[in-house]
């Protein structure tokens, strides 16, 4: 006869998320209808503003921390894995040689050059990282997607975002200004607009300042620097684990024993391991080489280059990958101490404003000499 304690139990932990996921899906919503109410503020800003509203109101329950804790980086990872559906390989290669260059040399360039202003300003390396990932890709997404890579902490991300948002409206008023004066045709403004602006919707207020034409190729553009956000991941995360494994190897150099391979175990005192390749190994594969994400932003990309979904499928692949990041951003937002980040976030203003100058001088330069 069966006896009801042999049942196995439902995994309490699951249960232990569903008030969280709850308020989550909650916070969603809100996000949504309010994004819909204007255009200055993304769906994704006003959704990490809402995180930090509830987390530091005081109802940011321990019964809430569980769900909302445990799927943040996951949502925030599905999400940049179904942003790939929104780039197509052949609008991109249409811009021709020349452009595609840019594209390139713009993201690396201000990619590093943001990385070595924060590292000067005094932002820790994820910081930085989350910075240059931001202001030189896709703003936002970009640090979602840079922040399952360097576990940076959630102070972090929030100066990130609030610097791109920052920046990128500023330049949806300074980047017309400037064409003014300089006197770009419809063509190399709309170029210069998709390389030097930060998120998606800000290069199409900024372009559509000088008609369709502009319009057309700023964002066509900016969806090819959207495209590095895999190379960079890529890079990214081999650089951490060869950091975690030369400050591991270190580690039990100091400790006096190097183990030569995972299989040999380390010495013991009192029946604790002291230093050991085994530990080793699996710190090392904790960060993996290419992120799945990553693998899977590129599988999206293909899937909508090889033109085998219908626009319908397209369009409900867009605002799931908005709700995914709306609810990841949510998430982040609840665990930041917003007074610790107002006393951050002086050298963050400082860095967004050095890259952004840096990334708007290098674009305007390599359009005025490549188009």
């Known amino acids: 006869m069966g006896d009801a304690s042999s049942t196995p139990p439902r995994d309490p932990r699951r249960r232990a998320w569903v008030p969280g996921l709850l308020v989550m899906a909650g916070g969603v919503a809100i996000t949504l209808f309010l994004a819909s109410l204007q255009t ?15 987390g530091n109101s005081g109802l940011y329950t321990a019964s809430l921390r569980p769900g909302i804790g445990g799927g943040t980086k996951r949502l925030l990872r599905a999400g940049v894995v179904l942003l790939g559906l929104q780039l197509a390989l052949p609008d991109i290669l249409a811009l021709g040689p020349q452009v595609i260059l ?4 713009c993201v690396v360039l201000s990619f590093y050059g943001t990385l070595w202003l924060g590292r000067r300003f005094g932002l820790s ?10 202001f030189s890709i896709c703003g936002a997404s970009a640090v979602a997607g840079m922040q399952g890579i360097v576990e940076a902490d959630d102070d972090e991300v929030a100066s990130a975002v609030a610097m791109v948002t920052l920046y990128g409206s500023l330049m949806i008023i300074v980047l017309p200004l400037a064409n003014a004066a300089i006197g770009l045709d419809a063509t190399r403004f709309g170029v210069w607009s998709g390389l030097a602006v930060h998120e998606v919707a800000q290069v199409v207020a900024v372009a559509s300042t000088a008609g369709t034409v502009a319009l057309a190729s700023a964002t066509v553009v900016k ?10 991941a890529a890079i990214a995360s081999i650089g951490e684990r060869r950091r975690s494994s ?29 230093a050991g390749s085994s530990d080793t190994g699996a710190a090392r594969r904790s960060t993996p080489v290419v992120p799945l994400f990553v693998v899977g932003f590129l599988a999206m990309v293909v899937l909508r280059s090889l033109g085998v979904l219908p626009q319908p499928a397209l369009d409900i692949g867009r605002t799931v ?24 976030g002086g050298r ?13 001088g290098l674009s305007l330069l390599g359009v005025v000499v490549l188009t």
């Open 246 to 274: 030369a400050g591991l190897h270190a580690a039990t150099t100091e400790a006096g024993t190097v183990w030569p391979n995972a299989s040999t175990p380390g010495p013991t005192t009192g029946g604790r391991m002291v």
């Open 223 to 232: 969806l090819g620097r959207v495209l590095m956000l895999a190379p960079v």
């Open 40 to 54: 200055l503020l993304g769906a994704l800003v006003i959704a990490l503003l809402l995180g930090i509203l509830l």
């Open 348 to 360: 963050f203003a400082a860095v967004g404003a050095a890259a952004t100058t840096l990334l708007a």
């Open 321 to 344: 990958t908005t709700i995914l990041l709306a609810a990841g951003m949510f998430g982040l937002g609840a665990g930041i101490d917003l007074r610790r980040l107002l006393r951050t």
């Open 102 to 105: 840019l594209i390139v040399a």
């Open 125 to 134: 390396r994820s910081g930085s990282l989350l910075m240059a990932a931001g």
